[in-house]
C-alpha cells in the first residue's frame, strides 16, 4: 500500500537532547513537509523540500532541522534549541507540480513529549 | 494581508441534523481550497478541495463546501451529522501557483455529535 509512515509515534525527550523523528512516503512524491500542531491551534509549517538535496524554513523552523538525502524520506532533528518542543508533528507529501503546492497527503505523526 | 479564518472554533451539532462549518479567507489570488478532517491523534485526511473548477464542491463522507467568491468563503456542509463525524476539521488555502506558493492552515473547528 502507497503512504506515508512516521516514527515512532511517542518520542520522549530529556533537557538538552537532540532528537530525530522519521518520515517515510512511497508515493513517488516530490515535496515533502514538516508541520508542528499545538492544542487549539493550526498546523504551522517548520520545513518543507520540493525536491532532493534542497528544502526551505517554514514559518517556525528555529531549533529544528532536517534533510533530504533521498526522495522518499525526510527526516526532522529537534535540537536542544528548541525551547518548547512538546506538540504534536505532522509529516505530509505532495507532486509538488511545477508552480504549484498541490493536495497533502499526511502521515499519521508523531507526539513528542519532553521530560 | 493574507489569511484563513474559521469563525467557530466548536460546533455542536446533534445526530441526524445538519452541519455547517464556517471558513472564510483573504486573498488577492485565487485560492485553491481545502478542508482537511482530523481524528484524535490521527494525521489528517483530505476531505474534499476547490481549484477553480465546479464552485460546488463534494467530497467523502457526504460532506460538500461551495466557493463563494463575492462572500471569499468556503463553508463546509453536511445534510445529516453521524457520530462518527465527531473530530477536528482544517480548512486550508494555497495561495499562488508558483514556487512562492504558500500554505496556510485554519486554527481548526471542533465538531462534536450529541446522540
Known amino acids: 500500500d502507497g503512504g506515508i509512515t512516521q516514527s515512532p509515534k511517542y518520542l520522549f525527550r530529556k533537557e538538552g537532547q537532540n532528537v530525530t523523528l522519521s518520515c517515510e512516503q512511497n508515493?513517488?512524491?516530490?515535496?515533502m513537509y514538516w508541520y508542528r500542531q499545538d492544542p487549539g491551534q493550526g498546523l504551522r509549517l517548520i520545513y518543507y523540500?520540493?525536491?532532493?538535496?534542497?528544502?526551505q524554513k517554514g514559518d517556525i523552523a528555529e531549533g529544528y532541522s532536517v534533510s533530504r538525502e533521498k526522495k522518499e524520506s525526510f527526516p526532522l532533528t529537534v535540537t536542544s534549541a528548541q525551547k518548547n518542543p512538546t506538540a504534536f508533528y505532522l509529516c505530509?507529501?505532495?507532486?509538488?507540480?511545477?508552480?504549484?503546492?498541490?493536495?497533502?497527503?499526511f502521515g499519521p505523526g508523531t507526539r513528542l513529549l519532553v521530560l | 494581508a493574507q489569511s484563513v479564518t474559521q469563525l467557530d472554533s466548536h460546533v455542536s451539532v446533534s445526530e441526524g441534523t445538519p452541519v455547517l462549518l464556517r471558513c472564510n479567507y483573504s486573498?488577492?489570488?485565487?485560492?485553491?481550497l481545502f478542508w482537511y478532517v482530523q481524528h484524535p491523534n490521527k494525521g489528517l485526511q483530505l476531505l474534499l478541495k476547490?481549484?477553480?473548477?465546479?464552485?460546488l464542491v463534494k467530497g467523502i463522507n457526504g460532506f460538500e463546501a461551495e466557493f463563494k467568491k463575492s462572500e471569499t468563503s468556503f463553508h463546509l456542509t453536511k445534510p445529516s451529522a453521524h457520530m462518527s463525524d465527531a473530530a477536528e476539521y482544517f480548512c486550508?488555502?494555497?495561495?499562488?501557483?508558483?514556487?512562492?506558493?504558500?500554505?496556510?492552515f485554519g486554527s481548526g473547528t471542533r465538531l462534536s455529535i450529541r446522540p
Open positions: 505530509a507529501s505532495s507532486w509538488g507540480e511545477e508552480g504549484g503546492l498541490e493536495t497533502q497527503y
Open positions: 508515493l513517488n512524491h516530490d515535496a
Open positions: 523540500s520540493q525536491i532532493v538535496n534542497d528544502f
Open positions: 486573498s488577492s489570488y485565487s485560492p485553491s
Open positions: 476547490y481549484t477553480s473548477a465546479a464552485t
Open positions: 486550508v488555502v494555497i495561495l499562488g501557483y508558483s514556487s512562492a506558493s504558500k500554505i496556510i
